[in-house]
């Protein structure tokens, strides 16, 4: 047992952890790393600093949040020193991570279709928040009927229907009550893909 005045005891740094933010543009993500759980018990906390890369890295922040941006698939690295009056110290890595796990929306974009009218195009479109340009293709179309008894029936020999990219062309709708249907699948910059049901009437 001892009897004294304990004169200083030591900071802990506390970075925040690695984090993973998900982009919001084409360009990746702004973010702020955020130190503040950092503490002294003797509340002396003079100094905040943060490097990049390593503990020896250059200084990018003096502060206890830290913003940064990185574009898609971009990870940082950086190390937060916190220093007291008494220059005792501790040090706290962390990363931080641009990621992009969001698919794109697509749309098909159909219509009415009526006969006699042909051919009838349908072209589907695709929107996403981190790619600029997602171009949907269209994959296995079938044409078919339902009959009384509520039985679907196979009627594909007897429409006339191409498929181009995001376009669909029906040459020969197969007569009224013929239901033409389709899938849309889009893909953004990150592989993230979407499929959806596309499917068209035709009405009296």
């Keep these: 047992a001892l009897a004294g005045t304990l ?61 940064g941006a990185l574009g898609i698939g971009e990870t940082q690295t950086v190390v937060l020193r916190v220093i007291d009056g008494f220059a005792q110290a501790d040090e706290d890595p962390a990363s931080a991570a641009v990621v992009d796990t969001t698919p794109p929306d697509v749309f098909c974009n159909t219509g009415t279709v009526v006969p006699p009218n042909k051919p009838v195009t349908f072209t ?11 171009i949907p293709t269209l994959l296995d179309y079938e ?9 679907v029936v196979d009627k594909t020999k007897s429409c006339k229907v191409t498929l181009s990219g995001p376009t669909i062309v029906i040459k020969n709708t197969g007569g009224v009550g013929q239901h033409i249907a389709w899938t849309a699948r889009g893909v953004d910059g990150s592989g993230n893909a979407t499929e959806v049901p596309c499917e068209v009437v035709v009405a009296n």
């Design 143 to 151: 044409c078919f009927k339902i009959n009384g008894a509520g039985k």
């Design 7 to 67: 004169t200083n005891q030591p900071p802990t740094a506390d970075a925040g952890g690695d984090q993973t933010f998900e982009c919001t543009s084409p360009a990746g993500a702004s973010f702020v790393l955020d130190g503040t759980g950092s503490f002294d018990p003797d509340n002396d906390i003079r100094v905040v600093s943060w490097r990049d890369g390593t503990r020896v890295g250059p200084e990018v922040g003096f502060q206890s949040l830290l913003p």
């Design 124 to 134: 589907a479109t695709a929107t996403d928040v981190c790619t600029e340009s997602v």
